[in-house]
């Protein structure tokens, strides 16, 4: 990574971490592990490919695209 796109990365980023991070401040240790369990709990939900389905035919279905088997 370059120099620059570091400064480009921070200057956009930046203002974003630092609210945010101001945010977080205002929680309380609960508070902050609930959002914690949230935030770790979605990424699973979306990086994590379903399982494929059968039933068609043959075909393999996942993420509503159907693949023949």
């Known amino acids: 990574m370059t120099p620059r796109a570091v400064e480009v990365g921070r200057s956009f980023f930046g203002p974003l971490i ?5 945010v977080l401040r205002e929680f309380d ?5 609930a959002v914690r369990r949230f935030l770790h709990t979605a990424h699973r939900a979306v990086t994590t490919p379903p399982p494929p389905t059968r039933g068609t035919g043959g075909a393999v279905e996942t993420n509503g695209a159907v693949s023949p088997a």
């Open 18 to 22: 630092d609210n945010t991070v101001n």
């Open 29 to 33: 240790e609960s508070e902050t592990a």
